[in-house]
C-alpha cells in the first residue's frame, strides 16, 4: 500500500475520496474485523473494485450489502484465509496481478441445487480440491 489510514483518526472515506478525485478505490485490503468494515470497504470502492477479505472468519460475523452495490457496480468482492502473515504482501501482489489465473483456482463450480455438496467439500476439502462456487443462475 501506498498509504494507510487510521479509522480513530480521520475519515478514511474522505481521505480516499480526496487522494482519487472523488472515485474511490481501485483495491481496498481489510484485514481487520468489526462490525461495518465490509460495507465501508464497498462504500469507499469505485466501481469496478476488487474487494479482499482477510480477516472475516467469525462464524457469527455477518454483513450486509446491496446486490446493485456489487453487480452493477461491477466490484469484485473476494474472500481468504489460507495465508501466513509472512506471506500476506506476496499473496495480495499475487493475487491482484492481472496475470494471475484466478478462474484455475475453483475446482468446483456446481448449481445452488448442489449447495449442500458444496458446502461439504468446502469443509472437507479433498485433493484436488481448492475453492467451490455456486452458480444459483445455473
Not at 3 to 28: F, K, M, S
Not at 95 to 118: C, M, T
Amino acid at each position: 500500500a501506498r498509504e494507510a489510514w487510521n479509522p480513530a483518526q480521520e475519515d478514511v472515506d474522505a481521505a480516499i475520496r480526496r487522494r482519487t478525485g472523488g472515485r474511490g478505490a481501485d483495491v481496498v485490503l481489510v484485514a481487520a474485523a468489526t462490525g461495518g468494515i465490509v460495507e465501508q470497504a464497498v462504500e469507499m470502492s469505485r466501481p469496478g473494485a476488487r474487494i479482499l477479505l482477510f480477516a472475516q472468519t467469525a462464524p457469527e460475523q455477518t454483513f450486509q450489502l446491496s446486490g446493485a452495490s456489487l453487480c452493477a457496480g461491477d466490484r469484485t468482492l473476494l474472500g481468504s484465509y489460507s495465508v501466513s502473515v509472512d506471506l500476506q504482501k506476496e499473496a495480495a501482489a499475487t493475487i491482484w496481478s492481472h496475470d494471475f489465473p484466478v478462474e484455475q483456482l475453483i475446482s468446483h463450480r456446481l448449481e445452488l441445487d448442489k449447495l449442500n455438496d458444496g458446502i461439504g467439500r468446502a469443509r472437507r476439502p479433498a485433493e484436488g480440491s481448492l475453492k467451490v462456487m455456486m452458480h444459483p443462475q445455473r
